[in-house]
């Protein structure tokens, strides 16, 4: 952090006039409108290293015409990172096809606490959506990806604390969902604070925290015992467990009339051609 005049000011708050400066350009270049800009990973999730870059995700739409085509476009834009600036994102319509399927990472960008850019009602519309086209089957199965990926890493006495995260976090929003709370927090503070009932435990992951932001993406750190016989015991449960049946999924039309009304929205001021 940095202290102008008597506030402090963070790194996010630092590095936000260059992004909003990079997602003008990506629009000027692209033709395309951003209605939604968020941090994802490890700095919406509160705990970045020093070096973390700063992911920032984009939902965008073309004009109306874009979409008045029968040829297949692509979908997805990906900037070449630029020092530690990491920008993706996805169109609408592919942004409203993972929503229907409940996509984890889209559910969590959503929730993100560190938003760059909120236009129009497009956002605030799809966040009061989540619950009812929330699949837990879908979001337990993305979660329990990512820690069966990086569970190789729980071994020896030292590891690497982005790994750890990577590992810790998952179990934790699995437990979220079971217990039927539906939609996953994306901050890691509130799965820690609801999740763990031990002050012990709660107290050595708040310090692996502290550790990993003040550390290097690539450094290692100690591998707690509590918090590896925690983290090892949860995912050996739920990879042997049966995840909950899902209720039926929300009507498709919902996002069909979203998709249309967005458009009119962003692009034709009430008049759609």
């Not at 006039?17 to 209605?35: C, D, G, P, S």
């Not at 959503?110 to 760059?116: Q, R, T």
């Not at 918090?227 to 990879?239: G, I, K, P």
Request: charged content about 25%.
């Amino acid at each position: 952090m940095l202290v102008v005049g008597e506030r402090w000011v963070t790194a996010i708050e630092i590095m936000k006039k260059e992004i909003l400066a990079q997602l003008e350009e990506i629009q000027a270049e692209k033709n395309i409108r951003i209605f939604y800009a968020c941090e994802a990973g490890s700095r919406a999730w509160g705990f970045p290293s020093v070096d973390s870059d700063y992911d920032v995700r984009i939902l965008y739409a073309h004009p109306v015409e874009w979409y008045l085509s029968i040829d297949r476009k692509r979908d997805v834009i990906e900037m070449p990172i630029s020092g530690d600036l990491d920008i993706t994102g996805w169109e609408l319509r592919k942004t409203l096809n993972l929503f229907r399927k409940s996509n984890g990472p889209l559910f969590e960008w959503l929730g993100s606490p560190i938003v760059y850019v909120e236009k129009f009602s497009v956002a605030e519309q799809l966040r009061a959506l989540r619950p009812e086209y929330f699949s837990s089957t879908a979001c337990v199965h993305h979660y329990l990806n990512m820690a069966r990926r990086n569970k190789d890493y729980l071994q020896g006495n030292q590891i690497n604390l982005k790994k750890l995260f990577y590992i810790l976090r998952p179990a934790l929003a699995v437990m979220w969902i079971e217990k039927g709370f539906g939609v996953v927090p994306t901050e890691f503070s509130t799965l820690v604070e609801r999740m763990i009932d031990s002050p012990n435990l709660k107290g050595d992951i708040t310090k692996l925290i502290e550790l990993k932001r003040n550390s290097k993406e690539a450094d290692y750190g100690p591998l707690l015992t509590s918090v590896l016989d925690f983290t090892e015991r949860e995912l050996n449960r739920m990879m042997q467990s049966n995840i909950v049946s899902d209720k039926p999924v929300a009507s498709l039309e919902k996002l069909n009339q979203l998709f249309r009304n967005a458009l009119e929205e962003i692009w034709c001021q009430g008049k759609m051609f």
